[in-house]
């Protein structure tokens, strides 16, 4: 089974609710763990989906060219690492719309993904999807069926299926314990949970015939990156761990089959909303 190996391009700050005007401030080291990150998927031969924020990528454009170049594959994750829910419509596609237009001439490939920062298309954003398929956006990965302070959408479908005509959603992968679904795509879970239990948890996904959504950050691979003072949830989920991310993401990639997410939708059996 091919599952879906992505990776939320974003600096270590941007996903801290830092207002933007204050991002300049702060240490930029997105190549450091993009880096390790590039080298770790080369070693695999693993071809991954990069969700790229467009802000990262209009200073870090080398490396956007550099990623494309080493075979993977560039999905937008917006530009300004908004919640989309705190946004309108207007806003949000003129957000996404800017994003796409930056990244298409450092990729030379056409955007057709895109991810959520936060993962915050939820019930009351699902208006976003609408939106998506207007800026020419063909999948998304932004539904994440769990219930978070920040994110979740409680009682989404967990597999891969098209959302709206002509847009398919691949969202992020959970362990349905007692009809609870608990999350193990990536990020602080993966950090967090004991790497058996991930596993089990993947292999599920693949044992009933579905593809798993793996999620990571650059900085999770750079655990040098600076310590700010934080509320003890954020300062949990995101410093915790991070020394041992290099490690389970080498026994992951060893575990299981990866690709990028358009590599995993052209193997996918799903009933479209429509026929043509």
Same mark, same amino acid.
């Given at each position: 089974m091919l599952n879906a190996f992505t990776i939320d391009l974003e600096d270590? =700050?941007?996903?801290?609710? @830092?207002?933007?005007?204050?991002?300049?401030? =702060?240490?930029?080291? @997105?190549? +450091?763990? #993009?880096?390790?990150?590039?080298?770790l998927l080369d070693d695999a031969e693993v071809q991954a989906t990069f969700f790229v924020l467009g802000y990262a990528a209009e200073r870090s454009a080398r490396l956007i060219r550099e990623i494309a170049s080493r075979g993977h594959e560039i999905a937008t994750h917006g530009y300004s690492h908004q919640f989309v829910y705190n946004q309108t419509p207007q806003s949000f596609r003129e957000d996404v719309k800017r994003s796409i237009d930056l990244l298409e001439p450092l990729s030379e490939m056409p955007i057709i993904g895109h991810r959520a920062p936060y993962f915050s298309i939820t019930p009351k954003s699902a208006w976003a999807l609408e939106v998506?398929?207007?800026?020419? +956006?063909?999948?998304? &990965? &932004?539904? *994440? $069926?769990?219930? /978070? =302070?920040?994110? !979740? *959408? $409680?009682?989404?479908?967990?597999?891969?299926?098209? +959302?709206?005509? !002509?847009?398919?959603?691949?969202?992020?992968?959970?362990?349905? @314990?007692c009809r609870i679904n608990i999350p193990i795509a990536g990020g602080a879970y993966f950090r967090l949970f004991p790497y058996t239990f991930i596993r089990c948890g993947l292999q599920r996904i693949n044992e009933s015939g579905q593809a798993a959504m793996f999620y990571i950050h650059p900085w999770e691979l750079d655990p040098g990156h600076p310590r700010l003072n934080l509320a003890g949830r954020i300062k949990l989920t995101h410093?915790? /761990?991070?020394?041992? #991310?290099? $490690?389970k993401l080498r026994k992951l990639l060893q575990d299981f089959h990866f690709g990028t997410v358009s590599q995993v939708l052209s193997r996918a059996n799903f009933e479209p909303l429509t026929k043509s």
């Open positions: 270590w =700050y941007q996903g801290l609710e @830092i207002d933007r005007c204050h991002w300049e401030k =702060y240490e930029h080291r @997105i190549e +450091i763990g #993009t880096h390790r990150l590039l080298d998506l398929r207007e800026c020419g +956006i063909e999948y998304d &990965s &932004s539904v *994440f $069926p769990v219930t /978070n =302070y920040r994110y !979740g *959408f $409680p009682g989404a479908r967990r597999d891969i299926h098209e +959302i709206r005509p !002509g847009l398919v959603e691949l969202p992020l992968s959970t362990y349905r @314990i410093y915790c /761990n991070l020394r041992k #991310t290099a $490690p």
